[in-house]
């Protein structure tokens, strides 16, 4: 399913300190994204801001998690928001494992280990859960490593505009 629905939740509500870590995160998103996959995410142009609110009210989803042992999500777009129906407070102490249900994870692992050693892999299809058990199946992801100006490793980003409710 496309999701044709602007998402409800607009970046210029999220509480200022999480809009200025969330503007400084988009850059590493869409840069990381551009230098592994070739293309744009959004259309870029204008400040960081303005690329931030794009991102963020994109149609289609947009996730991250971060670098630690455990990642723990630290980006979603309002359709991210949406789909796994988290707020943000809830996102940003989520581990990324618990998106997929527990027999389901080893697949979700080796996409990651697979993005980890390439850069990025497209095409990838796979299950998740909703933060209240909803199942869906996503669809044509693409799962980037994402790095910062200085090529630190930040984690991984995943995007995708096709889910289907299970």
């Not at 509500?13 to 551009?34: G, I, M, N």
């Not at 259309?43 to 289609?60: H, I, M, Q, Y």
């Not at 796994?84 to 996102?91: C, I, N, Q, V």
Request: hydrophobic share 45%; with cysteine; net charge negative.
């Amino acid at each position: 399913m496309l999701s044709d629905d602007a998402p409800s939740l607009s970046f210029s509500r999220l509480p200022e300190p999480l809009r200025a870590c969330w503007t400084a995160h988009t850059q590493a998103l869409l840069d990381s994204f551009r230098a592994r996959v070739g293309i744009e995410l959004i259309e870029r142009g204008g400040k960081a801001e303005d690329e931030a609110e794009r991102l963020f009210a994109a149609p289609f989803v947009v996730v991250s998690h971060g670098a630690e042992t455990d990642p723990i999500l630290n980006y979603g777009n309002a359709a991210a928001l949406e789909l796994w129906e988290l707020t943000p407070e809830a996102l940003l102490v989520t581990p990324s494992r618990l998106t997929a249900e527990a027999e389901l994870r080893e697949a979700r692992e080796h996409v990651l280990a697979e993005t980890a050693r390439k850069g990025f892999v497209t095409g990838y299809t796979g299950v998740r859960i909703s933060s209240t058990g909803r199942r869906f199946r996503i669809k044509e992801v693409t799962v980037w490593n994402v790095t910062d100006a200085d090529a630190r490793f930040l984690g991984q980003g995943a995007t995708f505009a096709h889910w289907t409710p299970l």
